[in-house]
Structure formats: structure tokens, C-alpha cells
């Protein structure tokens, strides 16, 4: 069975600095594809940034990078520049591409952002 | 364009009630999918429902159980509350056709029961 694993309750950052947050999964499937989703306090799940496993491009978005180590089965997040707005909780998540439906997420990161 | 919307926003039951949550997909969506996440965890799936069925599961018991309307629309029922069915519902919707299932999540339903 896949699991996903942030092995980092929490994580603070001053803003502007740069933090990473980690999460490794394990899989015997080939081809899956690898999510950060952020929660904020109103609770909508929102996503950050997604990453196929055939890829071997590390996914950006804006201030939002990922650091992708397929055979370590490692899929951390960077935040760069962090704002006041980034604080939230990060839930790394998983989904195989061999036709099941069911998005497998990790415990999450709370994330602070310190002024 | 609406996102995904849930109903009621917080509920408060008893032991061994019976509730129903519902769920509007987003606009052109056709696929919904329900999870629970209990405090402090990510969250759990309980079932995805395409084409009014039921087409995937995931480990929960048979109190949890759904429904999918010609709409799109879909209804979460648990019977029987336990005090460990606590948690926030989440749904979320999708197109069936989209490559990864991508989904869109709701606000959630903060289910108590006491």
C-alpha cells in the first residue's frame, strides 16, 4: 500500500526567508503523480503545486518549487521570499496513475511565518 | 463560477444519530469525492461517486455510505455516530475525464458528536 510521510509537525520561517518543508511516500508504481496542497484556517484545501512522476523537471510555481527524488522517493517544497499569507497547514499528497481515484495524503506541516 | 460548496458548515450530533452531509461540485465537474479529517491528521478518503455509483472505497465501515444525484450533487450519510466519527468532512469535486483526478475541495463540514 502508498503512504505518505511529513515527518515535520511544524516549521516556522521569518518572512522573506526561504523554508523547506519535506515528504517522502512510498510507492511500487511507476507513474504517479505528487501534490502540496495548502490549508489555511478556513479550512479550503487549496493547490499549491503538482508534480508528474515521468518528470524529470523539478515543478515551480512563482515562489513555490519542488525538489523531486524519484528514486529516493522524496518530494519536498520550497518556499521562497515567504509571506504573512504562506502560514497555513502543507499536506503533501499522492495519487497513482493506474486508474485508482483516491488522493493519499500525508499528516501535514504547520507552517508559521514569523514577521 | 461557484466552487465546490458544502452544507451545513459545523454540525453538532450524539452518539449513535444519524447524519447527512451534502456537497455541490464545482461547475462542469461530474465526479465527487468525500474525507474525513480528524484533528491534527491529513485527510482520509471514504468513497468517490461517478455516474450515480459508488466507484471507489476506501477503508471505512458500512455506517458511511452515499449518494450521487443526477445533478452531480452528493450527499455524505453516517449512522450510528461514534464519538471517533469527529472530524471535518471535506468533499471534493472533479472531471472524470481529467488527467490525475485533479480535484477541488470544498470548505468542509466540522462534524461533532458528543
Known amino acids: 500500500a502508498q503512504t505518505v510521510t511529513q515527518s515535520q509537525p511544524e516549521m516556522s520561517v521569518q518572512e522573506a526567508e526561504t523554508v523547506t518543508l519535506s515528504c517522502t511516500y512510498d510507492t511500487s508504481e511507476s507513474d504517479y503523480y505528487l501534490f502540496w496542497y495548502k490549508q489555511p484556517p478556513s479550512r479550503q484545501m487549496i493547490l499549491v503545486i503538482r508534480q508528474e512522476a515521468y518528470k524529470q523537471q523539478n515543478a515551480t510555481e512563482n515562489r513555490f518549487s519542488v525538489n523531486f527524488q524519484k528514486a529516493a522517493k522524496s518530494f519536498s517544497l520550497k518556499i521562497s521570499d515567504s509571506q504573512l499569507g504562506d502560514a497555513a497547514m502543507y499536506f503533501c499528497?499522492?495519487?497513482?496513475?493506474?486508474?485508482?481515484?483516491?488522493?493519499?495524503f500525508g499528516t501535514g506541516t504547520r507552517l508559521k511565518v514569523l514577521a | 463560477d461557484a466552487g465546490v460548496t458544502q452544507s451545513p458548515t459545523h454540525l453538532i450530533k450524539t452518539r449513535g444519530q444519524q447524519v447527512t452531509l451534502r456537497c455541490s461540485p464545482k461547475?462542469?465537474?461530474?465526479?465527487v469525492s468525500w474525507y474525513q479529517q480528524a484533528l491534527g491528521q491529513g485527510p482520509q478518503f471514504i468513497f468517490q461517486?461517478?455516474?450515480?455509483?459508488?466507484?471507489q472505497r476506501g477503508n471505512f465501515p458500512d455506517r458511511f455510505s452515499g449518494h450521487q444525484f443526477p445533478n452531480y450533487s452528493s450527499e455524505l450519510n453516517v449512522n450510528a455516530l461514534l464519538l471517533g466519527d469527529s472530524a471535518l468532512y471535506l468533499c471534493?469535486?472533479?472531471?472524470?475525464?481529467?488527467?490525475?483526478?485533479?480535484?477541488?475541495f470544498g470548505p468542509g463540514t466540522r462534524l461533532t458528536v458528543l
Open positions: 461547475s462542469g465537474h461530474d465526479t
Open positions: 461517486y461517478y455516474e450515480e455509483e459508488e466507484r
Open positions: 499528497a499522492y495519487i497513482s496513475d493506474s486508474g485508482t481515484y483516491k488522493y493519499i
Open positions: 471534493a469535486s472533479s472531471v472524470d475525464t481529467s488527467a490525475y483526478n485533479e480535484q477541488f
